[in-house]
Structures are given as structure tokens and as C-alpha cells.
């Protein structure tokens, strides 16, 4: 059994700054690529940022500059700062995980999300 549990959203000014983390437990032998995605009401689920086990990147092109994605593999969380909020990034924040479990069992886990508002 895997969890991963979100947190660190919250209601904020535009032009504001927020942390998110999401910390993996349960029974974890390893993760590999950790990412978070976004979704706004009415509008599909998009990947805003990826990181693999050795720390490489990718960002959604309109958060780049804006957001960073980070990881402490020792804790198996993820972390996306994100500064500069703008309304239209105001959406529910999910993280998920590559998992290999103790079991060698592999899969992709999820988290049930934060809620992100920016106001104007």
C-alpha cells in the first residue's frame, strides 16, 4: 500500500508565492520520476512539472520561470514552488510517483490533490 499525500495550498494574492509538498509512505523499495499536475474547473487535467530519480526537469511552457519542481528522495517527497501566482494557475494540484513497491510490485500512484486559488 501506497500513499501520497499533498499539501501547502491554500488561497493567495496574484503575484504571491507557495510551497507545495507531496510526501510518499507506505511500502516504497524505490520511486522513480515524481510530477505534479493541475486542473481547473472545467478544463482537463494537464502536467505542469516532472522529475526524474537523478533530478532532471520539465516544466508546462506557461509556468516556466514561475514554478520549480525539487525532490528529497531520502523523505520520497516532492516539492513545486511556485511564485509570481497568476488567477488562471488556481486549479486543484495533484503530485504522482513511479513507485516500485517492497512487493517489486511497479505502478503510478496519486495523491487526491490542493487546492490552489489566486485572486486578482
Known amino acids: 500500500q501506497v500513499q501520497l499525500v499533498e499539501s501547502g495550498g491554500g488561497l493567495v494574492q496574484a503575484g504571491g508565492s507557495l510551497r507545495l509538498s507531496c510526501a510518499a509512505s507506505?511500502?516504497?523499495?524505490?520511486?522513480?520520476?515524481m510530477g505534479w499536475y493541475r486542473q481547473a474547473p472545467g478544463k482537463l487535467r494537464e502536467l505542469v512539472a516532472t522529475?526524474?530519480?537523478?533530478?532532471?526537469?520539465n516544466y508546462l511552457n506557461s509556468v516556466k520561470g514561475r514554478f520549480t519542481i525539487s525532490r528529497d528522495n531520502a523523505k520520497n517527497t516532492v516539492y513545486l514552488q511556485i511564485t509570481g501566482l497568476k488567477p488562471e494557475d488556481t486549479a486543484v494540484y495533484s503530485c504522482?510517483?513511479?513507485?516500485?513497491?517492497?512487493?517489486?510490485?511497479?505502478?503510478?500512484?496519486w495523491g487526491r490533490g490542493t487546492q490552489v486559488t489566486v485572486s486578482s
Open positions: 504522482s510517483a513511479g513507485v516500485l513497491t517492497t512487493n517489486f510490485y511497479r505502478d503510478d500512484y
Open positions: 522529475i526524474t530519480l537523478g533530478g532532471n526537469t
Open positions: 507506505g511500502s516504497i523499495a524505490s520511486i522513480n520520476a
